[in-house]
């Protein structure tokens, strides 16, 4: 399980390996680019114009980000608990779902709540979707990660089934609910651009799963079941009851995305609107280190990479969009490997204090034995015999035997620091 940030290893893991990696891997597409021929600068440039070369471009970028940004932060609640919500993509299409059902099966509701309760709707149906693989993982043993991802396969095609069934618009050339009413939708707060209230609701977002997993008990509790789930269980912690709240509460962050791609960005249900926003949450997450600052940053990269692949597609480079998402592969890749020299650092730097305390252990237990045979006022008779209680303790590693006993520990720690 990814571990979170330490507050020594903070600025190495959370700031230093994300940034090395991105300049790794936009210095392999760099390579990649020179090799087939195409200007890496022109490349760069053309990319970056799209995606923060001007007010639309940046408002883009931030819209492209949101629902990867709050699918991540729902998928980091649940590997902080040792769980991995494999199907976060299945909660984006079924919360989407929910949230048009809204929208088209209540007419009568008051105009301005039904974008809210469209989106409550659509969080709901998330969190039900997530909580279901949490209930057979606590209750069968059932491995989240099968079960979660099979349920995005349930997911879309039940929206499959609502737009060309019930839902489905005559005449229609692709399968697409009728464009919402604007009252029903997102405000937009940047004219001009697609940049909604689902921004805003994003930012909340970031600040709720803080606090939920920082500052509550049952954040408490989810930690403490992600570090060991049976030493959770003996002090008291519903073991069980944690795992399905933590995949209920990680499902809901992804409905949360799901409610806002069609209410705020698209203003209706498209077959296949998501084009693996529940996948490339994970890589977000784990770019992030799964703190919700972290993963913020890294949603506006893959939102800047999807951005700029936009703009290479009306650009005149000759360089097919797929680029970025090499350089988003890439940018885990790297992330991952640098966590691991990070965490196989850490794990000598915990043997080598190991293995001083044992020899100051050892010094000092030599000391006593040394002070005890040279002391004057013991008489001859007055020596303790080795198997009294009052005899000294030799646990501590001392003596010919702790000696034996350091060695083999010694050998033992360094072994497990090895590769």
């Known amino acids: 399980m990814l571990a979170p940030l330490t507050r020594a290893g903070r600025l190495g893991e959370g700031v230093v390996v994300p940034l090395v990696s991105v300049a790794l891997a936009l210095g392999s597409v760099a390579?990649?680019?020179a090799i087939i021929g195409a200007d890496p600068t022109r490349v760069f440039q053309s990319m970056f114009g799209a995606a923060a070369g001007d007010l639309r471009g940046l408002a883009t970028t931030v819209v492209k980000a949101m629902p990867r940004l709050l699918a991540a932060l729902g998928i980091a609640i649940a590997i902080r608990a040792n769980l991995w919500n494999i199907g976060a993509e299945g909660q984006i299409y079924v919360s989407a779902t929910a949230a048009t059902a809204v929208?088209?099966?209540m007419p009568d509701l008051p105009l301005l709540i039904v974008p809210i309760v469209a989106m409550a709707a659509g969080v709901a149906a998330g969190a039900v979707w997530g909580a279901i693989p949490g209930l057979l993982r606590a209750k069968r043993g059932i491995s989240e990660v099968i079960t979660s991802l099979m349920l995005v396969y349930v997911a879309i095609q039940l929206t499959r089934y609502m737009l060309e069934g019930p839902w489905a618009v005559p005449r229609a050339t692709?399968?697409?609910?009728?464009?919402?009413?604007?009252?029903?939708?997102?405000?937009?707060?940047?004219?001009?651009?697609?940049?909604n209230a689902?921004?805003?609701?994003?930012?909340?977002?970031?600040v709720a799963a803080w606090f939920?997993?920082?500052?509550?008990?049952?954040?408490?509790?989810?930690?403490?079941?992600?570090?060991?789930?049976r030493a959770a269980a003996t002090l008291g912690v519903p073991v069980s009851r944690v795992i399905i709240g933590t995949m209920a509460l990680s499902g809901a962050f992804a409905g949360l995305a799901g409610a806002v791609e069609v209410l705020g960005i698209r203003g209706r249900l498209i077959d296949?609107?998501?084009?693996?926003?529940?996948?490339?949450?994970?890589a977000v997450a784990l770019l992030g280190r799964l703190h919700p600052v972290g993963m913020v940053g890294a949603a506006l990269l893959f939102g800047g990479l999807d951005a700029g692949g936009a703009g290479l597609q009306t650009s005149i480079t000759g360089v097919s969009s797929a680029i970025v998402t090499v350089a988003a592969g890439l940018s885990v890749l790297y992330v991952l490997f640098g966590q691991g020299i990070?965490?196989?650092?850490?794990?000598?730097?915990?043997?080598?204090?190991?293995?001083?305390?044992?020899?100051?252990?050892?010094?000092?237990?030599?000391l006593d034995e040394r002070s005890g045979e040279a002391d004057p006022s013991a008489g001859p008779g007055s020596s303790t015999p080795k198997g009294s209680p009052d005899?000294?303790?030799?646990?501590?590693?001392?003596?010919?035997?702790?000696?034996?006993?350091?060695?083999?520990?010694?050998?033992e720690l360094e072994g497990s620091a090895d590769p």
Request: avoid cysteine.
């Open 31 to 33: 390579a990649v680019l």
């Open 103 to 105: 929208v088209m099966m």
């Open 174 to 195: 692709f399968p697409a609910t009728e464009p919402f009413e604007q009252y029903a939708r997102l405000p937009i707060i940047v004219p001009g651009t697609l940049l």
């Open 198 to 206: 689902g921004a805003l609701v994003a930012i909340a977002a970031v």
């Open 212 to 229: 939920i997993v920082d500052r509550t008990r049952f954040g408490l509790d989810l930690r403490a079941a992600g570090g060991n789930e």
């Open 272 to 282: 296949g609107f998501s084009p693996g926003f529940g996948f490339e949450a994970i």
């Open 342 to 366: 990070v965490e196989r650092a850490a794990a000598r730097r915990r043997t080598r204090a190991a293995l001083r305390d044992a020899d100051r252990g050892q010094a000092a237990d030599q």
């Open 391 to 411: 005899a000294p303790s030799r646990s501590r590693m001392g003596g010919p035997s702790g000696a034996g006993e350091v060695s083999f520990i010694r050998s």
